[in-house]
């Protein structure tokens, strides 16, 4: 069923009696052409893009819980393309035009809004730092404006200009970046993969990866064995221990992200806006929380929450920067679980293992690649060519020190980035 | 309206506050609800999606129809509860997210629209024309949605935030913390008693109870007494325990002065850290409403807060009450009013076989089906069995039974446990470490059951910390029934039925997501927004739970419960924030010579946490370009002082002291001689590099190095890293001796004649060749002097113990001005440095190896060093990465900016024929145009190129020669002549 | 979160940072193969459970940590100096 304002009108007009599921519920067949594990945003783009783009139906995707109940549903909705390292530049550039079409391509409102981003600078050398990813932005075909504080002062009245620890030298705005409802963005893939004919199995989770003699064959799941002839793992969260189903050893270390939203306020922030000086970034959801965020707990954990240190962190660079927020409430914290990786950048590639693909370390960067990962992945398993888009993902880049793409400059310690 | 001879208000002090512009009295101790209900004002709010109004459901910090402005101006906080501000002379508030005055509300038109704006309605429209979103329809949607206001001012209240300490933390001050607090303190235990409400006694001073034959208030009052004997209960009211988190780490709110006038003396609220070593949970629990049609009229509220309202406030909410119970325990409020001389219309019970337990109308089996009364209940419809009939009532007291307040047994992850007999939720075993629920949130539901559930928690928590349990602590007679509850989550009719009332998420709400295969709690919630609102959820998640379970055929424990996210009621930003306004963020750190170069008019600038000047501008000098100008000619012709103390200085003894260093650098220190400096090149493990500077060897197991200003802490944690963890074998020790010394760079050709004027020995190029270092006598002082140049001049670091350093900046500065030189700031040093090729971490940005900044040789092959094996990897010593170059303007005029692209000349603009970038860049007044440093592609190999940069934000675009990054006296003979 | 410090005993997560699994102690030795230092450096075990893991005590006493710590419960189960760990080989 098509989803449009005439509809919403006519099922209102009705009772709202006539939708129906936005995905069927399927019980597993023995075997598929392809076995996605992992149902978060990554899995169902990557599910979405194989069927639309490459004509390829007979899928499945395996989900231990229910469809996006990972950092898809966690995360603080900042899309953008603003990276400065080949590799990353393409990438996300690559995603963002994904998401400009987002919203026909799936026929669901994800209510992605660009609203521009603005990331704040606080002495000369963080503005020429910001400035080279700027041009490397404009370079790559993005968009990127240099402010200095009056204009910044002119986007974003609310700083604290006078008095606050760390001045504000300006901003690198990003137009066309900016946020999406985040759940919305699963639910839209789901819907449209399910649609095209996937499998979207929930409550199944992956126990075992069949390989014989260096080829991929299936998986065991809790809902018995599946064949298939290539597997995809996009489990971030989980990455080391699905890997590790196939022998494989990650580069990759688990830490928590705390997230934070405020009780619903008229509106006040128009942008999202991080902080220089401090881990803070902060934008206003259309329902009117003030959404926001900082670094990891910076210790390994797989629970999902974190404490309070980091938490008033993030809350004290916010009162520094734009001392309004003091007087709104801390509604709810949570925390997701990052794939951080030795240089802060994903993995998009094959394995040692023939038809076991592999798509993991977003750290906390993974949000705004869903559509870009999902399809540069669909790209990888169709036609066992990475896309021109994702090609310097490699899993080995660590191991020769070829293509690393740490944009903090922060090195190898994977709680760093 | 008022009842006479009930509630702890003190009538004796009426206090008139405003409410929308008009004058309301109540009295001392009434909360905005209780006074406006007290004036028969029941409509306090509008809903969030329809608009509709409201009145208050709860009267606790639970409340999810009544938020309010409150204050005025920068100060005016939003989204507060009417249900828990209390009312002081003076305080005004408003009521929210409306527009025009709350009683004929424009934006009620979309209750008209319901139809159309059912549960994720948004997701499936809004999408044409794509470009209609960000212009139309998300700034239409964004002024609809919110609640109320914050205006863009900083507020000029101040709250703090405090760290506390205890043996056993009690959470919450009902009959089962009362009794756990008196148990742990006459055990011996230090203990903090958290109180949400302004009073300890919980839900003893709301239901009329008798404990030990005399009424609860009077226990409660004789307990308060004793706490206080046993001098070891610190009793924190309007507290409220926020969150658990690890380790007895808990977080509480405390709104210390929002019941008075603003005063400067005073923090409105508080944010404590409190470290427990056991802790009691005894929160209590919330009432459930029940979904019924039409269940949202101002007026129709929770059976225990019209109990609340009557014994704690002396207010009746209604004239004529209807009572819609699933329970026994919703008698009570029947058996209360009338007692207090309220009228009671009906008690309708859903169950049939009940009792009355007074003289009023019983109606059994019964469902409350429908409701009038569009600003206030007028009349209810209800059903019992085959018979419809209407009541005429203005106050519908409804219970649907009781949810223990799990909440903060959730917060480590747990998820809590279905109890299919009593009908509710209860919190997992062990939960979290250290934490014992008692009382009514672990599922007692009578008094003396919350009584022995508190002694025995106080008990448990005193074996925990190795105590006995004390003497002389009894449990006290009470009420033992915990009463009969049906369960009744909803009430099928016509109509809305609202579940979540704070987010008007209704039964048809959860059916649709159900439908449509939203059918995971989680997919539920995140689809119809129910519990995502203020309240959380706190009287709506169950219930909604329980329809989702019916609706999509499966249990409740199967469908389980979201997740129980702290805090546990919203929290202030401002006081969890406390003290990071403005400059609180972080720590300020200044020099010995701040105070110096501030009177000399020097604008400070930030380096990491320190301060440092960025120019000392002369009499006539309108820029900061023509301070630059003349520091750096100064310092090429003359003499110039800088202070250099923030620079990172660690000292490493040890008679394995110069293999550490061996280790740590990746050239030789051992082999340095004593009495002599040495730059060196430190890389992380994973072969980039991290740091450089220089190491002075004073002695045979002597020597101090220095850091850059911003890697010193880095710095030091590594070499605490390698020595402790990697080569614990050598014997060495190492301590950061930043602060302890003031150092001052006095660089340029008369530099050692001014020194000579400073040092009690002087010195010359015999004695004090090109890398020395020594001790020496400063105006009798003990120092160190380091023959060390960052400009490539003769220069010197001499540095003194920190408490001469201002002394001696003042000494040497005006030495200097005498000699026709002076001080210099951060831009000349820059622009010094730059002239040299010297690099900072504008060019070591973490991403550079050792070859890429062309110092390949001082990778040592005769040794292991950190760093050097992943140095090798391929990938990092390919030729063509981006290796430091210098740049010039191919006409003298050029400008070169940093953070500009570099191209080929006639390549286009694009990233895949990017070849660099530049990192620094200075006008030389020395050389008279402007140079600066980057990183090209191929790097040296392609000196002599003309190449272009391309500034895309500042709009630049300059055609510039590749040259060596030794833009000034290549060969280093001003340094060492 | 509290860290038991052998020397100052247990004390705050505040006061300290964190670094990473244990095994940065293992360091390889200069000549080992490559695939040895692309383990250390970069590969993880990254259990969902007990580790060990290290911290330093940077506002405390300046020890370096072997912490024995569950990434799942974040229960933490003990602590010795990274000196004494690896003396005691």
Redesign the interface.
């Known amino acids: 069923m098509r989803y449009s304002g005439w509809q919403v009108l006519a099922q209102g007009i009705m009772g709202n009696r006539g939708w129906r599921p936005a995905w069927r519920d399927p019980a597993p067949k023995d075997a598929y052409d392809i076995v996605i594990i992992g149902g978060g945003g990554h899995g169902l783009a990557t599910a979405f893009y194989l069927a639309q783009e490459h004509g390829l139906t007979n899928i499945a995707v395996l989900e231990k819980g229910y469809l996006g109940g990972g950092n898809i549903g966690r995360n603080t909705t900042i899309v953008r393309a603003n990276y400065g390292l080949p590799g990353n530049s393409e990438f996300y550039s690559h995603s963002l035009k994904l998401w400009e079409g987002m919203e026909q391509a799936l026929n669901y409102n994800v209510m992605h809004s660009q609203r521009g981003i603005i990331n704040l600078f606080h002495s000369d050398g963080q503005r020429d730092a910001y400035a080279r990813r700027g041009n490397a932005m404009i370079n790559q075909g993005d968009d990127a404006i240099l402010l200095d504080r009056e204009g910044c002062r002119k986007l974003l009245p609310y700083l604290d200009y006078e008095q606050t620890r760390f001045p504000i030298y300006g901003g690198l705005y990003h137009p066309r970046g900016g946020t999406a409802r985040h759940d919305a963005v699963a639910w839209g893939y789901a819907r449209a993969a399910d649609q095209r004919g996937v499998d979207l199995i929930q409550n199944c989770e992956v126990t075992g990866i069949d390989i014989e003699g260096g080829v991929v064959k299936g998986v065991q799941t809790s809902r018995g064995a599946i064949r298939a002839k290539k597997v995809a793992i996009v489990v971030a969260g989980r990455s080391s221990q699905v890997a590790a189903m196939a022998g494989m050893r990650l580069p990759i270390e688990s830490h928590v992200l705390q997230a934070f939203v405020t009780e619903g306020l008229k509106p006040c922030i128009d942008h999202v806006v991080t902080y220089g000086m401090g881990h803070f970034y902060i934008s206003q959801s259309d329902k009117g929380g003030l959404v926001f965020g900082g670094d990891l707990d910076f210790y390994p954990s797989y629970a999902a929450r974190g404490n309070l240190p980091m938490a008033e962190h993030v809350v004290e660079a916010g009162m520094t920067l734009m001392p309004m927020i003091g007087k709104a409430r801390m509604l709810r914290s949570w925390g997701g679980i990052m794939d951080m990786s030795p240089d802060g950048s994903p993995i998009i590639d094959k394995t040692h293992v023939e038809g076991l693909y592999l798509n993991c370390g977003w750290c906390y960067g993974g949000f705004k690649a869903v559509p870009g990962s999902g399809h540069t992945f669909a790209h990888l398993i169709a036609t066992d060519r990475p896309h021109e888009a994702a090609a310097r993902y490699r899993l080995d880049r660590f191991a020769t020190g070829r293509g690393l793409m740490d944009e903090e400059g922060t090195g190898s310690q994977h709680n760093l980035h | 309206m008022r009842v006479d001879g009930r509630g702890l208000i003190d009538r004796s002090q009426p206090v008139t506050f405003k409410f929308d512009g008009r004058s309301v009295t109540g009295y001392k101790g009434d909360t905005v609800a209780s006074a406006l209900l007290g004036k028969g004002v029941r409509l306090m709010a509008r809903s ?1 999606k329809y608009h509709r109004p409201r009145g208050v459901l709860t009267a606790g910090s639970e409340e999810p129809n009544a938020l309010l402005e409150v204050g005025q101006g920068a ?5 507060t509860r009417a249900t828990v501000q209390e009312i002081y002379s003076g305080l005004t508030v408003q009521s929210q ?1 409306r527009i025009g005055p709350l009683d004929r509300d424009l934006l009620s038109i979309n209750d008209a629209l319901w ?2 704006l ?1 549960a994720g ?8 024309p ?1 470009a209609f ?2 212009k139309l329809y ?1 700034p239409v ?3 609809a ?11 000029p ?1 101040r ?1 703090e ?1 405090a760290f506390a300490f205890c043996d056993v933390l009690v959470i919450g001050g009902g009959p089962a913390g009362l009794m756990a607090a008196l148990t742990a303190a006459k055990g011996g235990a230090d203990v903090i008693l958290a109180e949400e409400t302004p009073e300890l006694g919980g839900r003893l001073l709301s239901d009329g109870q008798e404990i030990d034959g005399t009424p609860a208030a009077y226990w409660v009052e004789d307990i308060v007494k004793e706490l206080q004997a046993t001098g070891r209960v610190r009793v924190m009211t309007r507290t409220t325990v926020t ?1 658990a ?5 808990y ?1 509480a709110l405390e709104r210390v002065a929002r019941h008075v006038a603003p005063a400067d003396d005073l923090p409105p609220e508080c944010f404590w ?1 409190i ?1 427990a070593r056991q802790a009691v949970l005894a929160a209590g629990a919330h009432e459930r409403p029940i979904a019924f049609p039409m269940n949202d009229r101002p007026g129709i509220m929770l059976a225990g807060a019209v109990r609340t309202y009557l014994n704690r406030y002396g207010v009746s909410p209604g004239r004529n009450v209807t009572i819609f119970a699933t329970n026994d325990d919703a008698h009570r409020t029947a058996v209360e009013l009338m007692d207090a001389g309220v009228k009671v219309a009906a008690v309708i019970d859903s169950r049939t076989g009940v009792t009355a337990k007074g003289d009023y109308r019983l109606i059994e089996g019964g469902q409350v089906i429908g409701t009038k009364g569009r600003q206030g209940l007028r009349q209810i419809t209800y059903r019992a069995g085959s018979r419809t009939d209407t009541l005429i009532t203005d106050c519908l007291a409804m219970s649907g039974g009781w949810n223990p307040a799990v909440h903060l047994t959730c ?3 747990a998820r809590p446990v279905w109890d299919a007999d009593a009908k509710m939720f209860l919190p997992a075993p062990g939960a979290v ?1 250290g934490l014992t629920p008692a009382g009514s949130c672990n599922g007692a539901m009578s008094t003396a059951a919350c009584l022995s559930e508190g002694l025995e928690a106080g008990k448990a928590a005193l074996a925990a910390l190795g105590r006995p349990a004390p003497q002389g602590v009894s449990l006290p007679e009470a009420e033992d029934d915990p009463g009969r509850t049906q369960a009744l989550w909803y009430v099928e009719g016509k109509g809305r039925a609202w579940l979540d009332f704070a987010n008007d998420v209704t039964t ?1 709400d959860v059916k ?1 997501a159900a ?6 709690v ?2 539920m919630k ?2 119809t ?1 129910q519990g995502m ?2 309240d ?1 959820g706190k009287s709506s998640n169950i219930n909604a739970l329980a329809l989702l379970a019916d609706s999509t055929g499966r249990g409740i424990p199967e469908t389980g419960t979201t ?1 129980y ?3 546990f009621i ?5 006081a ?11 720590p ?1 750190r200044r020099t010995t010579s701040d105070a110096a170069a501030r009177g000399r008019g020097a604008p400070m ?2 380096a990491g946490l320190w301060f440092r000047p960025s120019y000392f501008p002369a009499p006539g000098e309108t820029t900061w370009r023509e301070a630059c100008d003349r520091e750096v000619a100064m310092v090429r012709n003359a003499v110039g002082v800088v202070d250099v103390s923030t620079l990172g200085k660690i000292d490493i003894q040890g008679p394995d002291a110069g293999a550490f260093l061996d280790f740590v650098y990746t050239n030789m220190f051992s082999t340095l001689k004593v009495g002599r400096a040495r730059y060196g090149l430190m890389l ?5 590099v ?1 740091d450089d500077g220089t190491t002075a060897r004073l002695g045979d197991h002597h020597y101090v190095m220095t850091t850059t200003t911003a890697a010193a ?1 880095q710095v ?2 590594h070499l ?2 390698v020595a ?3 080569r ?1 074998d050598l014997d060495v020790r190492i301590i950061s001796a930043t602060e302890q010394w003031a150092q001052f760079s006095v660089a340029g050709p008369l530099s050692r004649e001014l020194l000579n004027g400073v040092l009690d020995q002087p010195i010359d190029d015999e004695s004090f060749p090109f890398m020395a270092c020594g001790a020496v006598k400063v105006h009798g002082v003990t120092g160190r002097l380091f023959r060390i140049s960052f400009s490539g001049e003769h220069a010197y670091e001499i540095a003194v113990p920190a408490r001469y350093g201002d002394a001696l900046y003042r000494d040497l500065v005006a030495r200097a001005e005498a000699l026709g030189g002076g001080a210099y700031g951060m831009e000349a040093l820059n622009v010094l440095r730059i002239e040299k090729g010297f690099i900072t ?2 060019e070591i ?3 550079v190896t050792a070859h890429d900044i062309g110092m390949q040789r001082m990778l040592s092959q005769k040794k ?1 060093f950190v760093g ?3 140095a090798a ?4 010593l ?1 030729p063509g990465r981006e290796r430091l170059v210098g740049l010039r303007p191919v006409e003298a005029e050029g400008r070169l ?5 570099l191209f080929k000349e006639g390549d286009p ?3 895949v024929l ?1 070849q660099g ?4 860049v200075g006008y030389s007044p020395t050389l008279g145009h402007m140079i600066g440093l980057g990183f090209l592609r191929h790097g040296p190999e392609c000196e002599g190129q003309e190449i272009v940069m ?5 709009k630049v675009k300059t055609r510039v020669q590749v040259v060596n990054p030794v833009f000034f006296d290549p060969d280093g003979g001003r340094a060492r002549g | 979160m509290l860290i038991p410090c052998p020397l100052c005993g247990a004390r705050d997560s505040r006061e300290f940072t964190p670094k990473g699994h244990a095994s940065y102690l293992d360091r390889p030795a200069e000549d080992a193969p490559p695939q040895a230092w692309n383990d250390y450096l970069h590969l993880r075990e990254n259990p969902a459970g007990d580790t060990r893991e290290l911290w330093f005590h940077g506002a405390g006493c300046g020890a370096w940590l072997v912490v024995e710590r569950n990434t799942v419960s974040h229960a933490v189960t003990g602590a010795r100096l990274a000196r004494e760990v690896r003396d005691a080989g």
């Open positions: 969030f100060a005016m906080t939003p989204n997210n139809p159309f059912s309605f948004y997701y499936k429209t809004f999408m044409w794509r979103w960000e998300e949607i964004r002024r949605a919110g609640l109320g206001r914050i205006t863009r001012d900083a507020s209240e709250h935030k969150g988190y690890d380790d007895g780490s977080g850290r470290r917060h480590l992850g470490p048809k649709l439908a449509e295969g939203y059918a995971s989680e997919h995140r689809y927004t609102a203020p959380q997740t996210r702290p805090p919203p929290v202030t930003m401002g969890m924030g406390a003290f990071a306004e403005g400059h609180g963020f972080a300020e600038i930030e992380r493990e994973d072969g980039h991290m802490g030091m944690a605490e890293f402790q963890g990697l614990p971490h504008s940005h973490g991403r292991d050097k094996a992943a990897r391929p990938g990092l390919e900016t940093a953070g500009a692209r603009h694009k990233r990017d970038y530049v990192t620094s391309v500034d895309h934000l500042r």
